[in-house]
């Protein structure tokens, strides 16, 4: 079964960086199509970015867009979220997401992942 563990989470002021990672094990990373989601306090999850299996579809929600950066490193198994100009509406628990298929349903719908992470938490503040 795969397995997804993120990283890099953490309390950073507004305006500041962070480096998330997604490590895959249990199947190679280069068939899976990866997405990156976050829920804060008292909202349903929301769709931030995703990149396919060969890193050449790339989308971002209108909220990360010029902001963050997904990438993808097959032959390390990891994933990653560069997260630039953290606003505290950023602060929230981030997941990883992996699924084969594309669905057609949507880049962002978190039904169509098969296999998720433990999230990670950020806190953007001063």
């Known amino acids: 079964q795969l397995q997804l563990v993120e990283s890099g989470g953490g309390l950073v002021q507004p305006g500041g960086s962070l480096r998330l990672s997604c490590v895959v094990s249990?199947?190679?990373?280069?068939?899976?199509?990866i997405g990156w989601f976050r829920q804060a306090p008292g909202k349903e999850r929301e769709g931030i970015s995703y990149?396919?299996?060969?890193?050449?579809?790339?989308t971002y929600a209108d909220s990360v867009k010029g902001r963050f950066t997904i990438s993808r490193d097959n032959a390390k198994n990891t994933a990653y979220l560069q997260m630039n100009y953290l606003r505290p509406e950023d602060s929230a628990v981030y997941y990883c997401a992996a699924r084969q298929l594309d669905s057609g349903l949507g880049w962002n719908n978190a039904a169509t992942f098969d296999d998720w992470g433990q999230g990670t938490q950020v806190t953007v503040s001063s």
């Open positions: 249990g199947w190679s990373l280069h068939y899976y199509h």
């Open positions: 990149i396919n299996s060969r890193g050449g579809d790339i």
